[in-house]
């Protein structure tokens, strides 16, 4: 399947809540198979349809080529632990740019499989990190509105050296 495009900050559709998956297709199924290779492509480890201007419910992250690929449709999160842990986040949609952000050690979460079956599990540690990650962004919520407004500018200023 294609490498598609991945739209950059500060793209308003990165900040744009996306639909529900109703049609579990061969287009859904295309669309995964495009954001796994573009993806890989970025590199990076969690893909969302909103990166590559897809206003979808729709992740895949691969956290390591060894791991299996996981795909998330119209996932939700029912439950956080109150325990967290800081990890450093970046995005695809902004490369080279990082930051550590504090986010909760576990979850559960709701999802369907490419299929439509839903699905409930709980994750932690770097796979809860990248889920809450994935379903922020899916919700119109960018990684960096996750950081004080002073980190945040700081970041800014740098990615727009970085994109001259």
């Not at 809540?17 to 590199?43: I, W, Y």
């Not at 998330?72 to 990890?87: A, D, F, K, V």
């Amino acid at each position: 399947m294609p490498v598609r495009t991945i739209i950059r900050f500060p793209n308003p559709l990165l900040q744009t809540a996306c639909t529900q998956v109703t049609s579990f297709d061969d287009d859904l199924h295309g669309l995964v198979a495009d954001l796994l290779d573009t993806m890989r492509a970025a590199p990076g480890v969690g893909i969302t349809g909103p990166h590559i201007g897809v206003l979808k419910r729709v992740v895949v992250i691969e956290l390591s080529r060894e791991d299996d690929v996981r795909t998330y449709i119209n996932p939700q999160i029912l439950w956080s632990s109150g325990e967290t842990m800081r990890h450093m986040e970046g995005s695809v949609s902004m490369p080279g740019i990082t930051e550590e952000i504090v986010r909760p050690k576990a979850i559960r979460f709701s999802y369907q499989d490419i299929h439509g079956a839903m699905h409930e599990e709980q994750a932690e540690d770097f796979l809860a990190i990248c889920i809450q990650h994935e379903i922020d962004q899916l919700d119109g919520i960018f990684w960096l509105q996750r950081i004080s407004k002073l980190k945040r500018d700081r970041l800014t200023k740098k990615w727009e050296k970085i994109r001259r």
